[in-house]
């Protein structure tokens, strides 16, 4: 008789204990917003997007996919030697638990090369942002120009 009860507390605290919470069977998701991609220069068949990422739970963002570009990677960029460097992310891009990673210019962006057509301000980028443990995530960006730090739309005419 005593088992029963038992048995019951332990799957409930079990339930309470896993991710998500009681019962949910539902897998951490990745949280995007601000999805925006530069126009592509005349010209040019890449150009730069950027968005805010926050994850419940620790993640990493592995790589992303567009219909609209032949390869999307995932850069930093970074200061060397008095130049603007950038590089691919090949392990990909670290996300810390409940915290905004936010990909902007000048820094961690994403790099869309190949574009198909050109994209003008006003269309749209379809993504495809690919997680190590969540799962995949379809965002619509807007082609336009992103916001600077002060809030401004930055208007130079760089592909990051």
């Excluded at 332990?10 to 339930?15: E, P």
């Excluded at 269309?123 to 002060?150: C, I, K, R, W, Y």
């Amino acid at each position: 008789m005593t088992r029963t009860p038992l048995l019951a507390l332990a799957l409930l605290t079990l339930a309470a204990c896993s991710p998500g919470g009681a019962g949910s069977g539902e897998p951490a998701t990745v949280e995007v917003s601000g999805a925006v991609c530069r126009p592509t220069p005349v010209g040019r068949q890449m150009t730069g997007c950027y968005l805010t990422l926050t994850s419940a739970n620790a993640d990493r963002l592995v790589s992303v996919a567009s219909a609209d570009a032949n390869l999307v990677q995932i850069h930093e960029s970074r200061i060397e030697s008095g130049m603007m460097m950038m590089t691919e992310l090949r392990d990909g891009l670290p996300l810390p638990a409940g915290e905004a990673v936010t990909l902007a210019p000048g820094g961690n962006h994403l790099m869309l090369l190949g574009v198909k057509e050109p994209l003008v301000a006003g269309g749209t980028v379809a993504l495809t942002l690919t997680f190590e443990t969540s799962p995949a995530v379809e965002v619509t960006a807007t082609v336009g120009q992103p916001a600077a730090p002060d809030g401004e739309a930055a208007t130079a005419p760089a592909a990051n």
